[in-house]
């Protein structure tokens, strides 16, 4: 039996040996009359794996290679990806990269491109992951254990599922202004799901782990507490209640209600939402946005983080960026586009899901800071409320309107919580629910998540520490 | 399929030889069974902002997933962006080892109808018209937006996006299938704001077979009518409103649920319908449901699915009662009938629909005739546009709870709704439909009527 998935390897490894033949397109990009020239390439290698009930479903391997050329003339870009590797198919992109902005390549002046600094391979160290990776046997054995702990914990379940995935992906970045960055990512994530059902009673619940850069990530997974948790909180809201529709407070729970933040305000202070007119907080830089209690980090620096990155896909290495401090707006998470045509730096932000998309200004790890008070103390300031133990997805829509789902809520009477509730979503908008983030307690904890937005799906960390928001919309029944 | 004499397709490289590729190859590495889908495309799209070029973009697609059965009849899979000789073998050899951790309980085969004849419908390939064109096309339509209300400032979202699509499913066994077709597609997200009031926005889409052909003034004149018709908006008191659904909205919602008419869902116990569910009621007997990818305003269809099976137009609900499911090959042998030409391409093969039209029965009518979002004079609320899908609706459970577009209309005088959320459960919504009114209208995900619902669940922003 062959136990393991070798990736493909493309003619040539994407290094430094690939610097001349950039070097020629970026020189040929720059005589033609572009502003900037910029080389995105990858090869990539996906893994996902599906068991149900007591049985491997699926498994699914795929592979990619490809590139993405961006040519910038003023505010103005063009942006064309290919499957295509060879010196032609690469030629033939850039040439119609070109064409976007009117340029011609046939059409040659002079080029002020200086050729390419020395490479900053990000990479090092990581070359032998793909080889450290569980085979496919453990990773089947892990996951089927991970069903059956559902099954141990579980009761009344219909449905028991786990997944793993894992992408690992080389990348390479050449740009007309130097940059020449190369490094290898991995990420992968183990997730369990069950749906549990009694008559006419029904839930689903699911919880999802995920890293980067660690190869060693499956065999370190705490699969017991993570099948308890899920079979713990499907048992608990099978028989819950729906929650009664109304403006009332709400605490938040750490970990995944962070993505509250993510959504209501994170999105509106990427550079994107300034081009588009999309954010009320384009001018509110050293303005007070949010209440004095909130402080908000976007980084990729975070050792294991899902969203963690060494160097971003435009090939500059991440950092750590304090959005708001203390309520005052800081700072934008702005990309190479997002520089040229709003003014604010650059942050190590530019991303995408794959050589298809432009990079875009995008979250990493994105968090409110601890605060202060014990998360007893935040439930205990509400008189009548809801307590949000566990969030479902969300999205913020083009006036501002964020809104998300419940997996987990509890009614907050006299500072104690009752019973569970499920149906609920929140609603706001940003600029009148920061104020409103009173409290913040001391237990700040991330959880990983994915995101989609312009430049595509990406792998994102949300977290932050028990908030308590002063009043909020919730839609129920 | 008629072709025109410049597409990309009547020269495309990738495809080119494919059976006799796979076939050496297979050869060599000894494997007897296998089937593969493959496609490839050119895309051209541009974005603008106040006449200025944002965004554009261009790419050369090309995908292949691969499935082999090992020599115990396994299944393995592997999907890859490379065409190449090199790529085809590495993707082969990719899903022969995946073969060997295949779901020896649950092995999809070749769908029984991958060499019956293929439905005859008509497309033409147009041509692309090329970056230049999009770009002075979707200015101009800027232009004319921005201009047709004062209030409207800005269009965030906008897009204007053409391609040539080719795809192919070939088997060992002979069965060789390919599509060539084109299509086109305009967005307009206009957002408008007045003095000391929330910004608003609203928008349209608009479909066709190339650029050339899109209905770009009606995509203008619908968004921005839609965006001045929510300037004047008010909050919204919670709790129990009679409803009525645009087309759009409930083709919005039904899709979200669309596991209730999905076999593999059945199977998987996703679905709040389970294998005895045929046959009984779901919906108001005044109700129909048709999956017809066929249906000729669907511009983005297709005469096979995944797995080969030629495209049908299935009756899901008829009379109100489940009379059918969508398939592929392996949920249909669960269900002991024919798959449906609704399968994806899979380890696991994946079921999803096409186009659906809803439908009212000749047979049947419905309680409330005098119900009809022109002239009725009762209070209601209007519902334009479901937001936040993907988060609000909990599918196997039947509940949703979304944000949505809305107006408050009384005595025939529409209100905008400042901002709220609609929330229900599934199958009580198909249970107390009180009306389907007599016109359907095509939109680009399917058709249906103006839907009314009574005593739904709305939360107002107080």
Not at chain 1, 407 to 424: D, M, Q, R, S, W
Not at chain 1, 442 to 460: H, K, P, R, T
Request: glycine share 10%; with cysteine.
């Amino acid at each position: 039996m062959i136990q393991t998935l070798k990736s493909p390897k493309i003619s040539e490894s994407l290094d430094a040996s690939w610097q001349r033949k950039l070097e020629q397109l970026l020189s040929l990009g720059c005589s033609a009359g572009a502003d900037l020239v910029e080389i995105f390439m990858e090869n990539s290698d996906h893994l996902g794996l599906l068991a149900e009930e007591d049985n491997v479903t699926s498994v699914n391997p795929s592979f990619a290679i490809g590139a993405g050329i961006r040519v910038f003339l003023g505010n103005r870009d063009g942006f064309v990806s290919t499957n295509d590797l060879s010196e032609i198919g690469l030629r033939n992109a850039l040439d119609q990269a070109l064409s976007m902005l009117g340029l011609n390549s046939s059409k040659l002046g002079v080029s002020g491109f200086e050729g390419l600094k020395s490479i900053n391979d990000f990479s090092q160290g990581k070359s032998n992951w793909q080889n450290e990776l569980p085979h496919l046997n453990e990773i089947s054995e892990s996951i089927l254990r991970g069903t059956s702990l559902l099954d141990q914990y579980g009761k009344n379940l219909q449905v028991r599922r786990g997944s793993y995935s894992r992408s690992w992906q080389e990348v390479l970045v050449a740009a007309s202004d130097g940059t020449f960055s190369r490094d290898i990512r991995l990420h992968q994530s183990t997730g369990l799901n069950v749906i549990a059902s009694d008559g006419k009673y029904r839930s689903s619940i699911g919880r999802r782990n995920g890293t980067e850069g660690k190869p060693n990530d499956l065999r370190e997974w705490d699969v017991d507490s993570h099948a308890q948790e899920v079979c713990t909180s499907a048992g608990i809201m099978l028989y819950a209640d729906y929650v009664e529709a109304g403006q009332m407070p709400a605490v938040l729970a750490n970990k995944f209600g962070g993505v509250i933040f993510h959504e209501a305000c994170g999105h509106l202070l990427e550079t994107t939402q300034i081009e588009r007119g999309t954010t009320p907080f384009a001018n509110s830089i050293g303005k007070l946005i949010a209440n004095e209690a909130v402080t908000a980090t976007d980084e990729g620096l975070t050792k294991g983080a899902f969203g963690s990155i060494s160097m971003d896909d435009e090939g500059m290495q991440a950092k750590k960026t304090t959005l708001i401090k203390n309520g005052i707006l800081k700072q934008f998470i702005s990309d190479r586009a997002g520089e040229i045509r709003t003014g604010h730096s650059r942050t190590g932000s530019g991303r995408r899901q794959s050589h298809t998309f432009a990079a875009a200004s995008r979250m990493r790890n994105t968090y409110i800071n601890p605060g202060k008070y014990s998360p007893k103390e935040l439930i205990e300031s509400v008189e009548n409320g809801l307590y949000c133990k566990s969030m479902g997805g969300g999205s913020v829509g083009p006036t501002g309107q964020f809104n998300f789902s419940v997996e987990e809520g509890y009614i907050i009477k006299n500072g104690k919580l009752t019973k569970p509730v499920k149906g609920a979503t929140l609603i706001g908008e940003a600029k009148e629910i920061m104020p409103r983030i009173s409290m913040c307690a001391n237990d700040l904890e991330l959880a990983a998540g994915f995101c989609g937005s312009i430049s595509g799906n990406i792998n994102v960390t949300v977290g932050q520490p028990h908030i308590k928001v002063d009043s909020i919309t919730v839609g129920g029944r | 399929m008629s072709r025109s004499n410049d597409s990309f397709l009547e020269e495309n490289s990738a495809l080119a030889n494919l059976q006799c590729r796979l076939e050496n190859l297979t050869s060599i590495l000894n494997i007897r069974k296998w089937d593969l889908g493959a496609a490839t495309s050119v895309d051209n799209s541009v974005q603008i902002d106040k006449g200025e070029a944002k965004q554009l973009k261009g790419s050369q697609r090309s995908s292949i997933t691969v499935r082999v059965w090992n020599s115990d009849g396994v299944l393995g899979i592997t999907s890859t962006t490379d065409l190449s000789d090199n790529g085809l073998r590495k993707a082969l050899e990719g899903a022969q080892q995946a073969s060997f951790f295949g779901n020896s309980k649950d092995i999809p085969n070749f769908s029984p109808l991958a060499n019956s004849p293929l439905p005859n419908i008509k497309r033409d390939i147009k041509p692309l018209q090329g970056i230049a064109y999009l770009l002075t096309t979707l200015k101009d339509a800027e232009s004319k937006l921005l201009s047709s209300h004062k209030s409207i400032e800005s269009i965030p979202y906008n897009g204007l996006a053409e391609s040539q699509i080719s795809r192919v499913y070939i088997n060992s066994e002979g069965c060789h299938r390919r599509i060539d077709r084109s299509q086109a597609s305009l967005y307009l997200y206009a957002r408008a704001e007045e003095l000391n009031r929330k910004p608003r926005s609203s928008g349209a889409i608009r479909l066709a077979l190339g650029s050339a052909d899109l209905d770009i003034e009606g995509c203008i004149d619908e968004a921005a009518n839609g965006t001045i018709s929510h300037l004047n908006y008010e909050s919204i008191e919670t709790g129990k409103y009679l409803v009525c659904f645009t087309p759009e909205a409930f083709l919005e919602l039904l899709g979200a649920f669309s596991s209730l008419f999905n076999a593999r869902s059945i199977i998987d116990g996703l679905s709040l319908s389970n294998i005895h569910s045929l046959g009984k009621p779901i919906a108001v007997p005044f109700l129909n449901l048709n999956d017809n990818g066929l249906h000729p305003s669907n511009i983005t269809s297709s005469t096979f699915d995944g797995e080969g099976t030629p495209t049908q137009n299935i009756s899901l609900i008829n009379g109100g009662i489940l009379e059918g499911l969508i398939h592929s090959e392996a949920t249909a042998k669960v269900f002991k009938t024919s798959p449906t030409g609704h399968a994806g391409l899979g380890a696991k093969v994946s079921v999803s629909p096409d186009w659906l039209e809803i439908s009212k029965t000749n047979s049947c009518t419905s309680p409330n005739e005098h119900l009809n979002h022109k002239t009725t004079k009762d209070s209601y609320v209007l519902i334009e546009g479901l937001n936040a899908l993907h988060a609000g609706v909990k599918a196997s459970q039947g509940s949703f709870s979304l944000p949505f577009d809305g107006w408050l209309v009384k005595d025939g005088e529409r209100v905008s709704i400042e901002a709220a959320t609609i929330a229900g459960d599934i199958l009580d919504v198909l249970t107390t439909i009180v009306q389907l009114e007599d016109d359907q209208i095509i939109t680009h995900q399917g058709v249906s009527p103006h839907v009314w619902v009574d005593n739904l669940s709305i939360t107002g922003e107080a």
